[in-house]
C-alpha cells in the first residue's frame, strides 16, 4: 500500500515537472505546424508548409552544414586534449598540480567579457571570419571542464589494471591507449555531446567572430525569421524543431552513456 | 557499484550502437554538402569566363524571410542579372546581412580590414559612418550627374541625413515613411465619417476615444525596447510641441525640454487617462503592437504604420490593387490618413546606398549604384513601397488617394538628430518612457535624470 | 616574518628546477602542454587585455588613449549600472532559488525505483538543448498578452490581463523561470549522478539507527551529493552571470532597465554601441562578480577541487 502511495506520489512529480518542461516545447512544435501567416485563422489543422518551406531553402542547409563542422570541430579538437590533461591530472603527480585547478576556474570566467580583446586577437592572427576562430572559441570554454570529466572517468578505472598492463610491457601511453580509453569511452562520449550541445546551441561566437552571411551557424539564422517586415513564428519554430533534432538524435542514442559519464566525471 | 558499471568494456550491442551514431553523424555532415552553395555565394566563374571584376553587394534581403521578403529577394536578383548582362566585365556577387547589424558590419569590418563594396545603409546611422570613415564620399561621381537629378533625390529628408559638410555618403532607394492606419468600418460603426479622417491630434484623440469599445483599442501605438519607440511615437511628439531630440549646436541631448515632457505626458494620459492605447505596448515588439494587431482587428487605428506594410495590408484584403501599386488601387476595410501631428512632426527614412571605404573597384561600385536607382529600377523597388525619385511620383500608379497620402507623409518626414551615439539615444529614451509609464515615475524629473546621464557620457559627439 | 633557519629548511626542502624536468615530471607536462597553450593564448592573453581595454577609451576610428579609472567611475556613478548589477543577482538567485529544488526533486523521482521514471531522465533534458535564442523567443510568444498560451490561461482563470513583458515584476519572472527551465537539466543530471552513486547500505544502516525519510535526506543524501551540487551550483552561476543571449531575446532589459543584467548591457556597449572601453570595465565588473562567487561557493560548499 505504502509502496503504490510512494510510486503515485512520485509519479505526479514527474507529470508535475514533464508538464513544466514539455509544454514551452510542445507550443513551439503546435506553432511550427500551423499555416504562415496565421494571425487570425486557427482551423486547427497541421500544416507542414512551414517545414516544406524551410526544407526547400539551400540557405539553411547551409547553416546546418556549418553548424555540423563547428559543433564537431569543437568536439574532435577538445576530446584528444582532454584526454591527454585528464589523464596527466588522474595518473600523475607533478609539481604545480595545485595550479590546475585555474584550469577549471578560467574558463569559468564569462565569456562574453572577454570577446571584444578576443575579436581583436583572432583579426590579428588571421582567423578572424572564418569558421576556425568559432570552433576555436568553443574549444577554448568548453575544453577544461572536458579535462575535468576525463580526469574523473579516468579516475574510476582502477590503476591497478594499468599497473598489469605496464608490467606486460605497456607504455604509460600504450597503457592509456589500450586500458583506459575503452574503458573511459562512455565518458568520452559523455564529453563529446556536453561539447556539441553547447556549441551548437551557441550564437555569440559566431556573432563575434565572423561576418561572411555564408559563415552563419544556426541560431543566428533563426533570428533572421524576427526581422523588420514582421515576425514569422511559423518558419522560426519549424526550423527550431529541424535544428533540436541533430543534437536529440545525438542524445537519445548515446543517452545510457552519457548519463553514465557524467556519473563518473563528477562522482570523484 | 557506480564504479563497476562504469569499468565495463563496451559489448557488442554498445558497438553496434555507436556505429549507428557515428552514421548520424556522417549522414548530417554527407547530406548536405552538396547542396551547401548558398545563393549569397556566387557560383564559381569557369575559367573561360572569368570576368575581370567582382563587386559585392552588401543587402539584408533574407530569402528566409517572411512572404513580404521574397519580392525584395526576386528584385535582387533581376537586379544582378540584368547588371551582369549590360555590363559582361563586372560581375556582382550579393551578400546578405541582417537588416539591423548591416550597418555595424560595415564600420567593424572596416577596422578589421575586410572588403565590401557597394552596401545598404541607415540614415539614422550616417553620424557614425561619417566618424569611423567607412563609406567613401560621392560627391565626386554625382558632380557628373545632371542637376535635375539631384533635385529628383534631394527632396527627401534622407538625403540630407547621408551629407555632412559637402561630403555624400549615401543616396536614398526608396522611402520608408509612417502613417496612421485605420478601419474604415469600425469609423462607420462608432458614427466617425470613414472618409474624413482625423487632420489634427486632437480630433485624432477624440475619435481614439470614440472607437475604443469592448477588445478593440482606439490607437495603437509602441513604447516597447526598440528604435519605433523614439522614432515613431516620442520624437513625432517632441517635435509637435516644438521641441528637440538633442541640440546639434551643443551636442547635447535636449528630450528633457518642456516639449519632451509635453510628449511623454500625451503617451501617458493615451495609457492611463484617456486609455485608449493599450498597457501592453509598452512591450513586446514593433511588429506585434501595431502590424498584428491591426491586421488582427485588435485597433481601429494604428500609429507609425510603415509604408514597408502596405504589402500586409493588400494580402490581408484591407486594400485592393494597391501592392504592387495600380492606379485603381482603393481603401477597402482599412485606409491611411497621414500622421495628425504638426508640419515636420514626423521621421522619415529610408534604406541607402553606399560604397566602402576599403572597396577596390569604387568606379565600378558607383556604375552598379547608379544602375540600381535608375528610375526603370527604383521604381518597382519593393522594400519600401514608395520610391525615392521624385519624378517617379508622377506616374498614373501613384495618383490614388492613397499613395497622395503616403507622398505627403513623406514629404513631411524628417531625420532623426545626426549623433554619433544615436543608438544609445534610442535605447535611452526608449528606457526612460517605460520608466515613466510602468513605474508611474513623475514625467519631468524622470526625463531630466535620464538626459543628465546620456549627457554625461555621450555629450559632445 | 619567517625566521631565517624556517625559510632555508622550506628552501631545501622545495625541489630544485632541474628537478621539474627531470623524467618523471616530463610526461604529465607534455600531456598537459595542448591544453595550458590553448589556454594562455586564447583566454589568458585576451583576458589581460580586458583589464588593458578597461583603462583605454578607444573610439571607433580614432586611435585610443590612456584614461585611467575614468570608464570605471563613469560607470559606478550610474544609477543605471547599479541597476543592472543588482538585476543580476536578482536574476542570480532566482534562478538558482527556483532551478536547484526543482532539479533536485526531479533527481530524486528519476532515480526512484519506480518503473519508468528511469525514462524522464533523458527526456527532462531536453530544454538544455535548445538554443537560448530560440526558448527566449518561445517564451516571449507564450507571454503574449493576446495569443500566448499562458497569459491566456492566467486571464481566464483570474479575470485580468497579465503583461508579462510590461509589469517589471512579472518581466523579472519570465527571464528567471525561463532561465531556470534552461537550467535544471544539467543541475538534475549532475545531481542524479551523485544519488546513484550513494551505496544503499548508507540508507539501511540509517534506517537501523532509526532515521526517518527527512533524517535519511539530511545526514546520508544531502552530503553525499555535496559535490554535485557544486559543481552544478558553479556552473549554472556562472552560465546565468553572462547570460546575455537569453534575456535580451526576450525583454532586450526591459521594461526601463528593469531586466537589463549585466550581461546585456555589456553586449549592448560592445557590439551596438561600440564603446570599447566601457565595455571592457564592464568585463572586468563580470569577471570580479564570478570569482567572487567561485570564492563564495568554494567557502561555503566546501567542496571544490573535487578531490
Known sequence: ?268 | MAEQRVVRRLSRRDFMRLSSLGLVALGLGGCVMPTAVAPAASPQPSPALKKPVTIKWAHYFDPLQSPAQKFNYAWMERMVATFEEKYPEINVEPEYFDWDKIDNRSILDYEAGIKHDVMFGSPQLMAKHFQVGDYIDLTPYIKQWPEDEVKDFSWSPVWASARQDDVQIGVPTGVHTRSVAYRRDMFKEAGLDPDTPPKTWDECLEAAKALTKGDVWGLGMYFGPSRATIELYFAPFVWHFGGELWDPATKKATFASEAGVKAAQVIYDLVYTHKVTPESAIGGTYDDAILASFLAGRLAMGWGFGSYWIVSLEEKGFIKNCFPAKAECTEETAGVMVTPTAPGAQFTNAWTLSIHKLSEHPAEAFKFLEFLIAPENLYDFPDAGLPARLSLWSKAEFQSSFYQKWLEAARKGRPMPPTVHYPELADTTAACLQEILVNKAPIAETLKKFEDEWNAKYAGA | MPSTLERSIAFTRRPGWSLYLRHRYRLPYLLLLPVVLLLLLFLAWPLASVFYFSLRRTPLGEPSQFVGLDNFALLFREARFLGNILASLQYLVGVLGLSVPVAYLAAVLISSKVRGAGAFRTLFLLPWIIAPVVSAILFRTMVDPYTGPVARALETLTGRKYLFLVNPQLAVITIIVHSAWRSFPLEMLLIAAGLTSIPQELYDSAKVDGAGGWAQFRYVTLPLTKNQLFVAVLLITIWTLQDAEGVYSLTQGGPGYTTEVVGVRLFKEAFIYFNVGIAAAIGVVLIALSVLFMVFYLRVLGAGEGQ
Open chain 1, 1 to 268: 500500500m505504502k509502496a503504490r502511495l510512494r510510486a503515485g506520489l512520485a509519479w505526479l512529480g514527474i507529470l508535475l515537472i514533464g508538464i513544466v518542461v514539455f509544454f514551452p516545447i510542445a507550443w513551439g512544435v503546435k506553432t511550427s505546424l500551423t499555416a504562415p501567416l496565421g494571425l487570425g485563422g486557427g482551423s486547427g489543422l497541421i500544416h507542414l508548409q512551414n517545414y516544406r518551406y524551410i526544407l526547400s531553402q539551400p540557405l539553411f542547409l547551409l547553416y546546418v552544414k556549418n553548424s555540423v563542422i563547428v559543433s564537431l570541430g569543437a568536439v574532435l579538437a577538445a576530446i584528444p586534449m582532454a584526454i591527454l590533461g585528464g589523464y596527466a591530472l588522474a595518473r600523475f603527480d607533478f609539481p604545480g598540480k595545485r595550479l590546475s585547478v585555474l584550469l577549471l576556474v578560467l574558463p569559468l570566467l564569462p565569456a562574453i567579457a572577454v570577446l571584444v580583446p578576443l575579436i581583436v586577437y583572432m583579426r590579428r592572427v588571421g582567423l578572424y571570419n572564418t569558421l576556425l576562430a568559432v570552433i576555436l572559441a568553443n574549444v577554448v570554454f568548453n575544453t577544461p571542464f572536458a579535462v575535468w570529466m576525463v580526469r574523473g572517468f579516468i579516475l574510476s578505472i582502477p590503476i591497478e589494471i594499468e599497473e598489469a598492463a605496464t608490467i606486460d610491457g605497456c607504455s604509460r601511453l600504450e597503457a592509456l591507449w589500450q586500458i583506459d580509453l575503452p574503458l573511459a569511452a562512455p565518458g568520452m562520449i559523455a564529453v563529446g555531446i556536453f561539447i556539441f550541445i553547447n556549441s551548437w546551441n551557441n550564437y555569440l561566437y559566431a556573432f563575434a567572430f565572423t561576418t561572411s552571411p555564408e559563415l552563419a551557424v544556426l541560431p543566428q539564422a533563426l533570428l533572421r525569421f524576427l526581422g523588420a517586415w514582421g515576425t514569422n513564428y511559423g518558419g522560426l519554430t519549424a526550423a527550431a524543431t529541424l535544428a533540436l533534432l541533430p543534437p536529440a538524435a545525438l542524445f537519445l542514442l548515446s543517452q545510457r552513456w552519457f548519463i553514465m559519464g557524467m556519473l563518473a566525471g563528477t562522482g570523484k
